[in-house]
């Protein structure tokens, strides 16, 4: 039972993520690609973007009340040092920037992908730690 609940809620996590990471680069590439820059669709866009995005928080809170109590253990120990590097390197980068100490700015995506990293090799020390 515990193992289908899983599969059901790792299922609709991976829909819900899916329909973000559309809506988000539907956000990013309509103005440009599809609708020249209108804002009222644009404006449409980003609305739609933060509800698919509500979906998907709930999807992944109902996912995390799914997994037994070791994998919910591994995988908040790996969010919460995800978000402790993103908050201090988030913050010491905008401390560093307004110190003028950054000669340029650094792509926004760059912080995304460096979370994903840190999360799956948290992730992974998590798994083998309890294995």
């Known amino acids: 039972m515990q193992a289908q609940q899983e599969l059901k809620a790792t299922g ?3 829909l819900w993520t899916f329909a973000w990471a559309a809506t988000l680069a539907l956000a990013k590439f309509g103005p440009r690609l599809l609708w020249d820059a209108q804002q ?8 739609v973007n933060v509800v698919v ?7 992944f809170t109902r996912f ?3 997994l037994d109590e070791l994998q919910r253990k591994i995988m908040q120990d790996a969010l919460a ?3 402790g590097v993103g908050w201090v390197g988030g913050f010491a980068y905008v401390v560093a920037d307004t110190a003028g ?3 340029r700015d650094v792509n926004t995506a760059a912080l995304p992908a460096l979370l994903g990293v840190v999360f799956m090799i948290a992730f992974a020390v998590g798994k083998l730690r309890y294995r």
Do not use: D, N
């Open 12 to 14: 609709r996590l991976l």
């Open 40 to 47: 009222a669709a644009s404006w449409v866009a980003v609305a």
């Open 53 to 59: 995005g509500i979906g998907w928080i709930v999807a």
């Open 64 to 66: 995390l009340r799914a």
């Open 81 to 83: 040092v995800t978000l």
């Open 101 to 103: 100490l950054v000669a």
